[in-house]
């Protein structure tokens, strides 16, 4: 009977590394969507923006919304509050591609263990 090829190590290393990497970009997806909806919503309904935390949203979420910016117009509702079409597309593609990335990671999860499995059951069969 043939001896069983050992699954490599480094295999299992570069799945690790995507996993995380996949990870980062993951976070920062979800950060980008809950910046634009508290944007959306204060830009929505009006926030003063003489407000510290006002202006800390409204200036992060404006590094998020730079791709978006200009794809369509805002809408004034009242003197302060606006409808940001821009805001609310952003936050559907940043949220289609968290949902990606969130399959990434349950794929990449399972190839992990499945290799892990390999790694052990070739452990076994050399013991």
């Known amino acids: ?60 979420a404006a590094e998020f919304l730079q791709p978006f910016r200009g794809i369509f117009p805002p809408h004034q509702i009242t003197d302060s509050a606006y409808f940001s079409a821009s805001g609310l597309f952003a936050i559907i593609m940043y949220g289609i591609a968290a949902a990606a990335l969130h399959s990434l990671i349950s794929f990449i999860t399972l190839k992990q263990v499945k290799h892990e499995a390999e790694l052990a059951e070739w452990q076994e069969d050399q013991a």
């Open 1 to 60: 009977m043939a001896k069983p090829v050992k699954p490599t190590d480094s295999k299992l290393t570069f799945i690790k590394i995507a996993r995380v990497l996949t990870y980062l970009v993951y976070a920062y997806m979800l950060i980008a969507v809950v910046f634009l909806v508290l944007g959306f919503i204060l830009l929505l309904f009006g926030a003063n923006t003489d407000s510290s935390f006002v202006r800390f949203v409204y200036n992060i």
